[in-house]
Structures are given as C-alpha cells and as structure tokens.
C-alpha cells in the first residue's frame, strides 16, 4: 500500500471547546479525499504542571464524538515519546489536539516519481501567517510599482 505523506499538527487551546466544528473542517478534506486522519489526541497540562493524554477514539468523552467517523481508518502511530514531547511544548492549564495526517492526495504523485527513478528530497511548509505577510508584502510592493509607473 502506498502512503502519501504524513504530517502533524499540534492546536493550542486555553480553554478547549470542542463543539465539532474543527471534526467538521477535517471531515470535508478526508471526504474529497485530500488527506486521511491517521492519528488525533487532545494533551492536556493542569495548572500543577500535570499531563493527561486523551485519544480522541475515547467513546466515553462526548466532546470528541465528532471525530468518531473521521477515525475509523486510524492508526495510533504516536508513540508515547511523542506525546511527552507535545506535552513539553504546551504551557500549564492549557490543552492541545494534536492530529496526523495522512496526504493522500501525494499517493499517485509518489507513485509517479518512483516510477519515473525520482526520490523526493525535501518538502516544507509555510505556515499561513507567512503566506498571509508576504501576500501583503507583495501587495503593497506591485501597487507601488503600478503608482510609480
């Protein structure tokens, strides 16, 4: 089976409010088939300092029955290093959703380098609050340019 790529992100909250608007958004890509949803955990750090790990599959916890037709294809690959490692990274008395993804929209594009003798070498992400200043730079320099002229 060919993977796409796979790539995680980690949500901050001060307050978590999980109504199913985030299961919502995720749910329209996996519908088009953009990508997959091969893991997901909420982390949350009391004000002690104190970590819990949720799996977003707890059928117990309501808050995350949204997610429940997203993750019937997952694949708990986080490992618990991993988790430590997010749990690090958050502030006390605050959560975070960390999910894995899976892009399968990359399948066939791998597929075809492959069979063209092509590896790929890199990959990177911009995140959109770059996208978002460089767009109004660009902006702001081309009116500039079409004022000048």
Do not use: C
Request: no cysteine; glycine share 6%.
């Amino acid at each position: 089976m060919t993977l796409g790529a796979l790539e995680y992100i980690v949500v901050g909250f001060d307050h978590p409010d999980f109504k199913g608007a985030i299961a919502d958004e995720i749910g329209r890509v996996i519908d088009a088939g953009i990508v997959r949803l091969v893991d997901a955990v909420v982390v949350r750090k009391d004000a002690a300092g104190d970590v819990a790990i949720v799996e977003v599959d707890n059928k117990e916890d309501p808050h995350f029955a949204a997610f429940e037709p997203l993750i019937k294809d997952a694949i708990a690959l986080f490992t618990p290093e991993d988790l430590a490692l997010f749990a690090q990274g958050i502030p006390k008395d605050t959560a975070a959703l960390v999910l894995l993804f899976e892009h399968r929209w990359m399948e066939r594009i791998k597929d075809a380098m492959a069979d063209a003798g092509g590896v790929l070498l890199s990959r990177a992400m911009i995140d959109p609050e770059t996208v978002e200043a460089l767009s109004k730079d660009l902006e702001a320099e081309l009116s500039g340019a079409t004022s000048v002229a």
